[in-house]
Structure formats: structure tokens, C-alpha cells
């Protein structure tokens, strides 16, 4: 019975097509953790995809120990925007989906439209405005800026997500708080977002890489050495004439792995985030 | 323990008018039943009760206190709700005690009447365990558990059993009915299961579109249906169409069905010859023995089902479809004659109307 379910055309396509799938979002890693362990020499002369000759480790040691590269001031940077980037938006949204999924108040519809059509505008359309915005507030060039845009950037998706989440969410389970005398606010912390926690972690998940690979706003919006973060000072180990690919390799591993370990922490709640809520599971 | 009054309470979704001038006495401390078909408002009512919904009109008293207008939780009803509605992150114990905690009961207090209310509904080994963790029964008990933790005047069941086994669903009721008994709490009960609603109840509220077709005791909703939707929604019935032939005075009429003809008893007050009727019998009410020379119809057996105790015999006598139970041991053979004799007391006779389904 198992076998036969196994063997089922449908079975073997749809598993070779995800396998296919997964083999091309993964080629491009491949080819950077290949040369990010291969001396120079070796990469420009025989590109990443032969496997015979050295690996070493000495890309990563070279980039973590010179200073020149200074990827730790990048990493401490990074984290000072990320961490607040993704919890704030998090609570300030989850309040707004709760509103938007279960009160019913003036013009409810046409601000969660708005929600949607914010969603849809390229950051790139925004950058001159945003640019002068901070320039008129003095936080050009300043952390704090870049979590100001990020969070704000982050409350409509996340709102958006959440409110989707907690429409799926029976109501009984919060009429029964309410017969029994909690407050909105009480069901909201002590039912909705314990129930929440994995949409919540799923949206964490997202925001942290979303802000942590974030090069675009960095670029403009940050240009001192000092505040640099890690997707900027990836970009300076490629020296202005010649570029160590093998160097840059490292260094770009090397800042992909905080969102990994992230998804990994989260990755429990996350899958169940995206598939919804199951009923006497929690 | 409350007594409940609803005062020409109506209340509309949209265009939908969900309850249309209902009212309704609920006396202290009776298992009051809404029953009905789904759509019928009889949630909607419970809703209304509980505080969930707020109606457009009318009024609602608790224990002769207008409550129409105040919250949820200043009512002292609790609610058992059909999916149960535990809270998934809280172990059991904490499901039960949440209401007591938010109400500042000491913690000493809090536990002795959680292990009262778990000793009530033998769930005291469950205490530590997460909801996901109980069968669907234990989380039934957990919920019967957390409703009355609180000592509330009213309790209101939606449903509670419908998502049980039937084997589970007949001990619960019966569980339900001990406990309501011992605590002697007014009990607001919902339930689509006509069968549920005559063995639990001391009253009930048979609702259709909104409406109360009947309020009466289990008997006389069974005995007496004072609509054709109620007598074909609680119990089985043949469900007849006929004109009235003749007005036989004390209540009787003689209706024509067809070819053949039935003395009845009038269940619609003025009747006039010539007018169009339904006719409604028990299965169980036909006999197929008697003296009796009125109501005697003979017909062919076109169908002969075994059902454990009884039989259901399928009869066409002069082209009139009949229903009958009868014992299993004497039940006919298809193919064969029989004769049946029924009780024009067991022959309501209802004016036809649009309303008739």
C-alpha cells in the first residue's frame, strides 16, 4: 500500500520537479562556498565547479582577522538595526491585525487598502523623499534612521499577514475569556498571541533576513566607515583593481549566517506559521 | 439560579432577519432546549443571551435584571461551546481556573474549586495535561469543567455534544442532566437533535426561520405539535396531503387523502370543508391489530426494513404512501396484504399554508 502510494506517477513528478527545483535555488550557493574555500590562484584559473585541488580555510581567517575589512563593526551594526527592525514592527502590527480582524470601526476598510497599496510601491520611488526626510530629522547617516524606515516598512506587511492569521482563528476560544471576564487587552496577550506564535515566528523570520540582507537603503541612507553594516562591508573586501573572489566568498558566507540560524530557531513555528491554524494544536 | 426572559427580541445580519420578535420564559433552574433546524436563530438567541450578539430590538432579563446591554461577563452565565473553545496553550487546570484568576480568587480557593468542578466531572487525573493531549470527551469534561468553575446563575450549551460519538453522546447527556440537577443552575440548552432535546429537557423551543413555532414540554411538543414543521421535525411522521371531506364536530374532521379517508383530530382551529390540509401520523401510532372499524386502511407491503426492535414497514393503500413501525418479530413480508389501524387522535389535521413544508 505504502509502496504503491510511493510509486504513483504524480508522486515521482512532483518530487523531481521540487527536487529540481531545490538543486537550482542551491547551484549558486554551491558555487559560492566552493570558492570561498579555494586559494585565489585556483579560482581564476579553474573556476569553482572543479573539484580537484586545495581547500583551506584561509579566505575566512584572512577576512575575519584584517582590519581592513573590518566585517565586526558590520555585524554589530547589522544586529543594531535588525533586532529592533523586527521586533518593534511586530508588536505594533500584531496590535493593528488584531483591530483589523475584529473590530469593525470607521473607514476599517479603506486604511487596510491602504495597508495593501503601501505593500505594492518599490522602495526604490521612495528613496528621495526618504532621503531628505531623514537629512530634515538629523538621522542621515544614523542607525537609528535605517530601524525607522525598516520598522515602518515592516508594520504593513506584517500587519497584513497577521490580520490574515487571526481571521483563521476560531473565536470561540476568545468569547469563551470573555464570558469569563478578560479584557480585550488580556485576551490579546494571554489568548490571541500565545496562539500567534507561529505566524509571529514566522514573520520574524522573514523580517530579520528582509532587513539583514537590506543593501539598498544601507547604501544611501548610511555612508560613515563606523556605521557601516554587514551588506556594506561585504561590498569593500572587492578591492577597487583586482577582486579576490575567494575573499568575497568568505566574507559573504560568513554575513548569511545570523538569518540562517535564525530560520533554523524558528523554523518549528515557521512551517506551521504558513500552514495555519490547527485546531487542538498549539 | 436565574430565571431568563427575552421580550420581543429581534435581530438582523444584513438583510437576513435572523430572530424576529422572539420572546421566551426560561423558569429558574429548568433545562430549557432551543431546537431547530440550522439557520432556525436558535444560537443566535443563545448568542443574544450570552451577550455576544446585542440585539436590534427588544430586551433581555436575567433573574428579573435587564441585562440587554451589558457586557459578557457581568451577566454570571458561562457558555460551553460546541468546539469546546479550550484554551491549546493552557493545561487543563489552568483552562478551568482562567475565570476564577481573572475574577482575583485566591489561589488557595482557586484550587479547591477547580479539583470541586474536576472531581464533578471525574477529570481530576487530567489536571496537567495540555488540551491536545484529551480525547474528544476529556475536552468536553475540561469545558462542562471550566463553565461552571464559576458558580455562574445560567449555563449555555451550543451544541456540546454534537461532536462526540454517538455511543460518548448518550453518557454525556445523561452526565449533563445529573450535574444540571445537582447544581440546580438554569440551563440554556442548543441543539439541532430532536431526540437530544426530548430526553434532556423540561421545556423546549422548537425555532424555524427565526421564529418560535412552540414552547411546551417534551410530551406535548411530541403529543401535541401545534404546527406540521414542528410535528416533522421532532420525531418521525408521515406527512400527508388531504382536503377536508367533512366537519364531524369535537374536533374531528373527516379528510380525504386520495381515495382513501381518515377521521382525524383538528390540530388548526376553523376548518371548513373543501379546504386544503396536511395530515400528519406517527409511524409508531399505526397499528396493525384492532377492533376499531374507523381508520381501517388496507394496502400492499412495498417495503420491509429490520431496525434492531422495531421494524419500519413501508404500506401503499389506494396509492396512499404509509410509514410504520412495528415490532421486529411480527413485522410483515413484502408483497403482502395488511390492514392498519390508527387512532384519529394519532390523525393531526393542519390548514396547508406556504409555511408548510
Known sequence: MRLKHVLRPAVIISNLVAWLVALLWLLPFVGLFMTSTRPFEEVVLQGWWSLAGNYTLANYVEVLTDPQYDLATGFKNSFIVALPSTLAPLLIAALAAYAFSRFSFTMRNLLFVTILVIMAIPQQTMVIPLFFLLKSMGLLDQLLGVILIHSSWGIAWITFFMRNYFSMLPRDVEEAARVDGASYATIFFRIILPLSLPALAAAAAIQFTWVWADFFFALIFLYSPENMVITQKVVTIKGQYQIDWGLLSAGSILAMIPPVLVYAALQKYYLRGMAGWVTGKG | ?357
Open chain 2, 1 to 357: 439560579m436565574s430565571s431568563i426572559v427575552l421580550n420581543r427580541v429581534t435581530k438582523r445580519f444584513g438583510k437576513t432577519v435572523a430572530l424576529d420578535n422572539v420572546t421566551l420564559e426560561i423558569g429558574e433552574g429548568e433545562i430549557f432546549t432551543l431546537l431547530g433546524p440550522s439557520g432556525c436563530g436558535k444560537t443566535t438567541t443563545l448568542r443574544i443571551i450570552a451577550g455576544f450578539e446585542l440585539p436590534d430590538s427588544g430586551s433581555v432579563y436575567i433573574g428579573g435584571r435587564e441585562v440587554t446591554y451589558l457586557k459578557p461577563y457581568s451577566r454570571n452565565t458561562a457558555m460551553v461551546f460546541q468546539n469546546y473553545a479550550l484554551w491549546p496553550h493552557m493545561r487543563v487546570f489552568d483552562n478551568i481556573a482562567y475565570g476564577l484568576k481573572l475574577r482575583k480568587v485566591g489561589k488557595e480557593e482557586i484550587r479547591r474549586r477547580v479539583r470541586w468542578a474536576a472531581e464533578l466531572l471525574e477529570i481530576e487525573h487530567l489536571l496537567d495535561r495540555y488540551p491536545h493531549q484529551l480525547s474528544g470527551g476529556q475536552q468536553q469534561r475540561v469545558a462542562v469543567a471550566r463553565a461552571i468553575v464559576t458558580e455562574p446563575e445560567v449555563l449555555l450549551m451550543d451544541e456540546p455534544l454534537s461532536n462526540l460519538d454517538a455511543h460518548l453522546r448518550l453518557k454525556m447527556r445523561e452526565e449533563i442532566v445529573r450535574l444540571q440537577r445537582r447544581l440546580g443552575v438554569t440551563m440554556v440548552y442548543v441543539t439541532h437533535d430532536q431526540e437530544e432535546a426530548l430526553s434532556i429537557s423540561n421545556r423546549i423551543a422548537v425555532m424555524n426561520r427565526g421564529r418560535v413555532e412552540q414552547v411546551g414540554s417534551p410530551e406535548e411538543i411530541y403529543e401535541k405539535p401545534s404546527t406540521v414543521f414542528v410535528a416533522s421535525f421532532v420525531g418521525r411522521s408521515n406527512l400527508l396531503d388531504g382536503v377536508i371531506a367533512k366537519i364531524l364536530g369535537g374536533g374531528l374532521v373527516e379528510v380525504s387523502i386520495g381515495r382513501v379517508k381518515l377521521v382525524g383530530t383538528a390540530m388548526t382551529r376553523g376548518l371548513s370543508e373543501g379546504d386544503h390540509v396536511k395530515v400528519v401520523i406517527r409511524p409508531e401510532r399505526v397499528k396493525l391489530e384492532g377492533e376499531s372499524d374507523v381508520n381501517v386502511v388496507e394496502g400492499e407491503v412495498t417495503l420491509s426494513m429490520f431496525q434492531g426492535w422495531k421494524s419500519q414497514v413501508k404500506m401503499s393503500a389506494d396509492g396512499v404512501e404509509l410509514t410504520i413501525y412495528t415490532d421486529a418479530k411480527r413485522a410483515p413480508h413484502p408483497g403482502g396484504r395488511l390492514k392498519a389501524y390508527i387512532d384519529p387522535e394519532d390523525v393531526k389535521v393542519y390548514r396547508s399554508s406556504e409555511d408548510n413544508m
